[in-house]
Structure formats: C-alpha cells, structure tokens
C-alpha cells in the first residue's frame, strides 16, 4: 500500500507550544503514517524533548494541531491520549523502584498482541530479571523495562525520548536489534528521539531535524545516512 493511501498515525500542524507564557516549540508540521518509523534529531536543547510531551499533552498548547490516527487530540488530558493508544518512554525512563521488574511491566498493562511473553521474547534480559527490584537492575535493563512496559499497553503509536542515551556500547547493540525488530515486525508506529544520528538513522524510514524548537529538515532516513556532510551540518550548526 502506498503511504499516500495510509492513514496519519500522527500529524502535527503548525504548533507552537512551550511551558506557561514561553514559546518553544514554533510552526511544527510534520507526519508520520501507520506503521512508519521517525528519528527526530538535533543537539542538547533544541526542543525534542518538548516536542514529545507536546504529543503526550504535558507542556502548555499555544496553537495548532495535533491529530493521531486523523482525530484531533491538543485539548486532550495525558490519560486520554495514553488510552487512546499513544506510549510514552520518558527521557528519565520512570522505572518504579520498589515494584519487581514484572510487576513494573504488567501494572499498565492493556490486553492486546503485547503480554509478558512477547516482551521476554524481546528482551531476554527482563526475564532473566523478572523477580528483581526495578532499583535492582542495570541503566540498560531499565530502559528495556520503560519500553516493555509502555508495549503493554499495546500502543498504536510509540514515542521513545533518547533510549540509548549512556548506556554501554553492548547495549546499545541489543536495544538496536530489539528497535529494528519491533519497527520492522510490528503494527506500531514509532517516533525515535536521538542525539546518537547516525544510530537513529539506521532504525528509521524518515527522520526530522530540530534546530531552536523548529524543523530545519525532514526527509528519508538513507538519504541522510549516505551523506555525512550534510547530517553534520544539520545536526551540528546551531
Ligand atoms: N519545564 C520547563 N520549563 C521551562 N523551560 C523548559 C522546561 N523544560 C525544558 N525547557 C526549555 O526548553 C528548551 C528545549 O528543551 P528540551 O528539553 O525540549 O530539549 P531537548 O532537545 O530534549 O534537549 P536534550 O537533548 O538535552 O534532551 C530548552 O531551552 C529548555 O531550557
Ligand atoms: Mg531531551
């Protein structure tokens, strides 16, 4: 099926939000399809992280609109839209310390394709773990469980805010192969927000670059890939 026959699982037009009486985020357009798979990129501070809790309805809404799954949603409260099928994996991951690494993955769990067998299936390590304390487990087990856990909710759309983010090397690897599996296995549609371009590029179909709250790019994800100079350029000038 051609993406211009698919369905948006999520566009945004022309919106401008940031906290209270602050602007951050300015004439954001873009969409993603069903299914379909985008890095947002750009340095420290530029405003990936308000992008997406703009999505999840955390920030203050100054105009526009956000529509997933083609339904207007910006005056939406956070547990509508995490209802309606939008998972949300935190920059700060959000792991319940005092709760096991099973009981942090089926406290919101929705019934759906995703169960606790899945997510073992995706992340070995989480079942190895099941019985320990979520304050118990690695950085790189816990962002494996922020996933896990926003799967079991059995989202539509995923939006994960820097997974990768200081972890070792080998677990990058494994986080990776587990992002292009379920990107390329999956009936989800996912927004990756990375600092590590490159990697991010790898997983994606498109990707989007943010400068000062705005997008300076958007465009396939291979493209940028093939032509370093250029990513530099983007990702790097201020
Ligand atoms: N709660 C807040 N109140 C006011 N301003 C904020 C708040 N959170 C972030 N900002 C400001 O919004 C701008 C964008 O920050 P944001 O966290 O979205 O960037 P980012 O691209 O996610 O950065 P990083 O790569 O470091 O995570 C920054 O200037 C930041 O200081
Ligand atoms: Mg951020």
Known sequence: MSEALQRSALSLSNVRAGYGETTILEDVSFSLPERGSLAILGRNGVGKTTLLATIMGHTTFQSGEVKFLEKRIENQAVYERSRAGIGYVPQDRLVFPSLSVEENLTVAARSGRWNLERVYDLFPRLSERKHHGGNQISGGEQQMLAIGR?????????????????????????????????????????????????LALQVTRTALVMRRGKIVHEGASDALLANPERLADLVMAQ
């Open 150 to 198: 926003a799967l079991m909710g059995n989202p539509t759309l995923l939006l994960m805010d820097e997974p990768l983010e200081g972890l070792a090397p080998i677990i990058v690897e494994m986080l990776l192969k587990a992002l292009k599996r379920l990107i390329s296995e999956d009936s989800l549609a996912v927004v990756l927000v990375e600092q590590h371009a490159k």
